[in-house]
């Protein structure tokens, strides 16, 4: 009976000490920051310049992407895309698109239409709706 309970605990001591070794060395591994390409068919916002994170509207809700992030592939849907810069964060409204997370945590935003925010008029978006 000792001798089964050793066997068991010393199991779980061994995975447990592997599984912090994985955490580790998988949290070493990462940068803070990820390359990101960004743009419409008008015009290129970012061309593989770093960047700390990028927030995203998609079909199913908006997602923060940071480095290492799993790779995905999502639709981009009408909304504002946030880029957090060391010098601070910029925004952008995409009226639709596609996002691809990369195994290596580079990162494409190809939208259909993009514009700084600061550059949006919302006194014409009122006399339009």
């Given amino acids: 009976m000792a001798t089964r309970l050793l066997r068991k605990t010393s199991k779980s001591l061994v995975s447990q000490r592997f599984n912090v070794a994985i955490r580790c060395l998988a949290s070493e591994a990462g940068g803070a920051t990820m390359p990101l390409t ?19 509207p998609s079909g199913t809700g908006t997602f923060g992407i940071l480095p290492n992030h799993v790779p995905t592939l999502a639709v ?7 880029v957090f810069e060391d010098e601070g964060t910029k925004k952008y409204f995409v009226s639709s698109g596609t996002v691809t997370i990369n195994e290596d945590s580079s990162l494409q935003v190809l939208a259909e239409e993009a514009v700084p925010l600061e550059q949006l008029d919302m006194s014409v978006s009122d006399v339009i709706v």
Wanted: aromatic content about 12%; proline content about 8%.
């Fill in 76 to 82: 981009l849907r009408p909304g504002v895309v946030t």
């Fill in 38 to 56: 960004f743009g419409s068919p008008q015009t290129a916002y970012y061309h593989n310049v770093d960047v700390k994170q990028v927030d995203v």
